[in-house]
T-cell receptor, first 114, second 111 residues
Framework: EAGVVQSPRYKIIEKKQPVAFWCNPI?????LYWYRQNLGQGPELLIR????????DSQLPKDRFSAERLKGVDSTLKIQPAELGDSAVYLC????????????FGEGSRLTVL | QKEVEQNSGPLSVPEGAIASLNCTYS??????FFWYRQYSGKSPELIMF??SNGDKEDGRFTAQLNKASQYVSLLIRDSQPSDSATYLC???????????WGAGTKLIIKP
């Protein structure tokens, strides 16, 4: 059974502060995604990993966002410095091993930037 | 034009009736289509996926795909209050396998 644990669930920071999110998927899932979801919108892809390699980061705002996936398992997403517009839910997802393309999401990290 | 479009709603349906949710997409080469349900404050969870033209049924849910007209729909029979949620349509590009998401339709089932 797929499972994705994210932390923290909620984070409130002031603008210009840094913030980091963690994603811990059940091992054995090679593909990992970070999405951002704004209120009333669908998820927006930030970055996709195949093992340790970021294979699609075209929508990651690289001036302030960074991500890494050590040893092809856990992943972190960092924002430095945060801006007001970064307030959103950050979702981590893995692809099912059955090859259907189904995504399993973690519970998400809700960021509020004041 | 957005790649995947959905009516934002809310769509209000009486309990026990059929709820019909629609989604159109622009990339004619798309081959995989997904419906996710998202409860308020929760993450999306997969309801159904469909690859072939026609209908696919799973319990009270039926997905319908028409590639010629570039739309995919989700029917929910015998709607229950627990079906009240936002339904997200996602389409996978065959060029890079990226999922493109609609903004979702908010469904309200009235008891």
């Amino acid at each position: 059974e797929a499972g994705v644990v994210q932390s923290p669930r909620y984070k409130i920071i002031e603008k210009k502060q840094p913030v980091a999110f963690w994603c811990n998927p059940i091992s054995g899932h090679n593909t990992l995604y970070w999405y951002r979801q704004n209120l009333g919108q669908g998820p927006e892809l930030l970055i996709r990993y195949e093992n340790e390699e970021a294979v699609d980061d075209s929508q990651l705002p690289k001036d302030r966002f960074s991500a890494e996936r050590l040893k092809g398992v856990d992943s972190t997403l960092k924002i430095q410095p945060a801006e007001l517009g970064d307030s959103a839910v950050y979702l981590c997802a893995i692809t099912s091993s059955g090859g259907t393309g189904e995504l399993f999401f973690g519970e998400g990290s809700r960021l509020t930037v004041l | 034009q957005k790649e995947v479009e959905q009516n934002s709603g809310p769509l209000s349906v009486p309990e026990g009736a059929i709820a019909s949710l629609n989604c159109t997409y622009s990339d004619r080469g798309s081959q995989s289509f997904f419906w996710y349900r998202q409860y308020s404050g929760k993450s999306p969870e997969l309801i159904m996926f469909i690859y072939s033209n026609g209908d696919k049924e799973d319990g009270r849910f039926t997905a319908q795909l028409n590639k010629a007209s570039q739309y995919v729909s989700l029917l929910i029979r015998d709607s229950q209050p627990s079906d009240s949620a936002t339904y997200l349509c996602a389409v996978r590009r065959d060029s890079n396998y990226q999922l493109i998401w609609g903004a979702g339709t908010k469904l309200i089932i009235k008891p």
